[in-house]
């Protein structure tokens, strides 16, 4: 089953209890154009109102795109400059610190030269699934330090 950017809308919507008209006016555009959106009448928005959509609704944008569960590279299916469009709205606050941006760039490109030092595809897909759970638990530890505070 193929599953609509505007289905998880419409579910998250409604799941948060805002009515077509309240969350319009939240995302700033017409309720007819996110009833458009909804039904699959009307697509490619522009990314400004995917973010204020993904953002207002706590979507993630793999489980927007319909891709959060396939176990495919999601690499592939998302580009890397709309992730870090993403991130960096979610996060702007923190990456417009000059020094904070330096260091995210000094681990892409450390992850990055490491492909050459680890030639045998399979050990370096197990270095690649290191580093995600390694990232993934501790992005889980700091959010939960933010939740204590």
Do not use: H, W
Not at 18 to 33: C, M, N, Q, R
Not at 52 to 58: N, P
Not at 87 to 106: F, I, P, Q, T, Y
Request: hydrophobic share 45%; net charge neutral; glycine share 4%.
């Amino acid at each position: 089953m193929e599953i609509r950017v505007g289905e998880v809308i419409k579910a998250k919507r409604e799941e948060k209890k805002y009515t077509l008209a309240e969350f319009a006016k939240l995302v700033d555009i017409s309720p007819g154009y996110l009833s458009q959106l909804e039904n699959g009448r009307k697509a490619n928005p522009k990314l400004e109102i995917v973010l204020k959509i993904i953002r207002e609704l706590d979507i993630d944008i793999d489980m927007l795109l319909g891709i959060e569960a396939s176990g495919e590279n999601l690499n592939y299916k998302i580009p890397p400059l709309l992730k870090l469009v993403i991130a960096k709205d979610r996060n702007s606050k923190v990456l417009e610190d000059k020094e904070v941006l330096k260091k995210l760039c000094g681990i892409i490109e450390r992850l990055l030269e490491n492909k050459y030092l680890i030639e045998d595809s399979a050990l370096y897909e197990l270095f690649l699934e290191d580093i995600f759970i390694q990232i993934d638990t501790t992005l889980k530890r700091y959010m939960a330090f933010q939740i204590i505070k």
